[in-house]
């Protein structure tokens, strides 16, 4: 009997409306999934729901409504906080995207394969270092009695460690603390987003005579914009919650420094020291709904999560 004519196999109907049986792949992954949903029920959504809970009731449970956010919001110590943590989310989030979507783009470009690597690994060593660590590397860079650029700090009229850590120049520094410690990991991510770029594209733009930085510009950043858009978002995130980092410094600065220099900082101060539980958490209500607003007004306008059309 040759292929041609061999009985045809008969095939059940599958009936309209119904869906095939899951398979033992499917559950697999709602029990990885479930894993993760539990830690961010216990850890996310539950302490979240507790903190509105918290800012709009009184130390006896009584609902007081808008009363506690009223409260910090006219406490002296409110406005200055927040402005702080402004100056320095712009001076952050603009370096580090300028500088990290360059290097990248410099890396993928100009540097060679093989040394590529060398250059990932050297620029992810500073973010192993844990927050308190970097700080304590940067205090001991930053004082002119024992600093190896010493030198460098005289020149800028920053002869003492009290005049490196006046508060003009704490934005300045705390920037640089999380650059150095945060730039790297993302570089490394901007060049795997630069690896997805078909090379057919950049040929093709090489072809119509566009250089290197044309091309970068039109073309390579405009492909990997959700990425930086995403970038952002998890920076500026980040930044809201800065609290380490100026903590160790008013520590190390005897004072000089305002114990409630960031807002998280001010949140600390009323829980743990004025032991107002339910203005603290009215702060962290007002970093919340800045940190939803400023991610909400970047994923509309960058289409974040707009699946591509085929």
Request: hydrophobic share 55%.
């Amino acid at each position: 009997m040759t292929l041609l004519e061999t009985e045809p196999v008969a095939v059940s109907p599958v009936r309209r409306g119904t869906t095939p049986r899951r398979t033992g792949r499917g559950r697999a992954g709602y029990f990885f999934v479930a894993g993760y949903a539990l830690l961010l029920l216990a850890f996310g959504v539950f302490p979240t729901g507790y903190a509105f809970y918290l800012a709009l009731t009184n130390d006896r449970g009584q609902f007081t409504g808008l009363n506690q956010f009223v409260k910090v919001v006219q406490d002296y110590r409110f406005a200055p906080a927040f402005t702080h943590m402004l100056i320095y989310l712009v001076m952050w989030l603009v370096t580090l995207v300028v500088l990290v979507v360059l290097t990248a783009v410099v890396l993928r470009s100009r540097v060679r394969p093989g040394t590529s690597a060398l250059f990932r690994f050297l620029y992810y060593i500073p973010g192993a270092l844990a927050g308190v660590a970097s700080v304590l590397v940067w205090l001991f860079m930053l004082d002119p009695d024992v600093s190896p650029v010493s030198w460098l700090l005289t020149a800028m009229g920053l002869k003492t460690f009290a005049a490196v850590l006046a508060p003009g120049n704490l934005p300045l520094i705390l920037m640089l603390i999380a650059f150095w410690t945060g730039a790297g990991g993302w570089m490394v991510v901007m060049y795997g987003a630069l690896n997805n770029i078909p090379d057919d594209v950049l040929e093709a733009a090489r072809m119509d005579g566009a250089g290197p930085w044309r091309t970068a510009w039109h073309i390579q950043i405009p492909m990997i914009r959700q990425w930086i858009v995403y970038m952002t978002i998890m920076a500026f995130a980040t930044g809201t919650q800065l609290f380490v980092e100026p903590q160790l410094l008013q520590t190390a600065s005897l004072g000089r420094v305002s114990p409630t220099w960031s807002p998280n900082q001010l949140a600390y101060v009323y829980a743990f020291q004025q032991g107002d539980f339910n203005g603290a958490a009215a702060i962290s209500v007002v970093l919340l709904a800045v940190g939803l607003l400023a991610a909400g007004l970047l994923v509309a306008r960058s289409n974040l999560f707009k699946l591509d059309e085929k």
